[in-house]
């Protein structure tokens, strides 16, 4: 059974360090993900570009406002002002719509970390062997003092029971 731990690093390059000591310490490079705004130069493993929620909905929203509007003058012929900003606020809203209906229900894992994120740091996610988690989270947190090891809960542990 693996379970899932979370490394924040402040740093994007102490960020890399940490992951190619993960790999040294046998993890495979497909259970490794690392999700920050800028991918640290020669990342051997997967990088997923975070963005914030505002941004990630701008783009369909776009395309939505684009579309809609040059889809009705085709079939209309033309638009007068007030409808084809009408057709672009309805467009915008139906791009939104079809962004958020693919999402997963829930919340977001790293919405805990989106100020951190925001900085520029790195969130390192590894899908360790129960077995192994003990042995990697005590080298991490020895050799790399200048991480944070979050452990199972994205959003760290709790400083108390």
Known sequence: MTTSIYIRARDPDNGARVVRELLQLGTDPTRLRVVGRRAPADL?????????????LAVPALVGALLLPALAIGLYGGL??????????????????WHLSL?????????????????GELMIIADLEESALPRVEAQIAER??????????PGGSPPFP
């Open 44 to 56: 051997p493993v997967a990088f997923s570009r975070w963005r914030p929620p505002a941004t990630r």
């Open 80 to 97: 007068d002002a007030l409808s084809g900003l009408m057709f672009a606020l309805v467009g915008a809203a139906v791009g939104a719509g």
């Open 103 to 119: 999402r997963p229900r829930g919340r977001e894992p790293l919405a805990a970390q989106a100020q951190a994120l925001r900085r």
């Open 144 to 153: 790399h003092p200048e991480v944070l090891l979050l452990g199972p809960d």
